[in-house]
């Protein structure tokens, strides 16, 4: 179920049976000359839109904006600051936590949201413990290539080159996805550069087409299929955990 394709009366349904949903967490920024700009949104929510049909949970619209400051100097990109994320997202698990969700599991497609993801959760818990009072949801966030099973997926399909930033396998997952959006371009060094970076101007230089680390013309849809069979396996392994979800909820409403 997505949330943006239902009614209130259907969540209050859902919510007598599960006190569960998912949000898709990513970003908005440049992924080399191939690869789309909505990288690290769309991975994740494809993902979790293909579990969610199989195992019948929630999934909430993706927060597809995140900390990408690093990426400004390439157009296209999009960026909240720290500040406003952890703001953004307080609100977020406030207005869910206000109608009943007891567990929010942040699943997320970008690295650069990490750190400001687990401070927003600080944000909320020092909220509840200022008051002397016990929070009464749990958030979680789990990144996507972390998934059991996902890595070593993507090391067998590309033992060299995939790299860390706009990489053979997030892009083979947006062409399972949006297979009509494979992009080609000429790229040197095959294997782009890889290492630490501050701001967007010290990115750029660094990383002149975006890359880091990457070969991504080694992108298939082919892979992306394999990439993405992977995890929603074991997604949907954590959420029945997480949420408490008996198996045979499998059938979806
Ligand atoms: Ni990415």
């Not at 967490?25 to 049909?53: F, K, M, R, V």
């Not at 307080?90 to 009943?100: C, E, P, Q, T, V």
């Not at 008051?131 to 997926?153: F, H, S, Y």
Request: glycine share 10%.
């Amino acid at each position: 179920m997505l949330l943006h394709q239902t009614s209130w009366p259907e969540i209050e349904t859902y919510l007598g049976r599960c006190q569960g949903i998912l949000v898709p967490i990513g970003s908005t920024e440049q992924h080399g000359p191939t690869g789309l700009i909505g990288t690290d949104a769309l991975c994740p929510e494809i993902i979790a839109h293909e579990a969610a049909i199989e195992a019948g949970f929630l999934v909430a619209p993706t927060f597809n904006v995140g900390m990408a400051q690093h990426h400004l100097a390439f157009p296209g990109s999009i960026t909240l600051r720290p500040s406003t994320m952890i703001a953004a997202l307080n609100d977020w698990i406030a207005s869910l936590a206000g109608h009943g969700f007891k567990q929010i599991y942040f699943f997320n497609g970008h690295g650069g949201n990490i750190t400001t993801l687990n401070a927003a959760f600080s944000e909320y818990y020092a909220t509840w413990s200022m008051r002397g009072e016990p929070c009464p949801i749990v958030l979680k966030q789990r990144n996507w290539w972390e998934l059991a099973g996902v890595m070593d997926t993507c090391r067998q399909l590309f033992p060299s080159g995939d790299g860390s930033h706009a990489t053979a396998s997030e892009i083979s997952v947006t062409l399972h996805g949006y297979p009509h959006s494979a992009k080609t371009a000429a790229m040197s060094p095959r294997i782009a550069a890889d290492g630490p970076f501050t701001d967007a101007a010290d990115f750029r230089a660094s990383f002149p087409d975006g890359r880091c680390g990457s070969d991504p013309a080694m992108a298939s849809r082919e892979a992306g299929t394999r990439i993405v069979r992977a995890a929603k396996t074991a997604l949907i392994g954590e959420i029945q955990n997480f949420f408490d979800l008996p198996p045979k909820a499998q059938a979806a409403e």
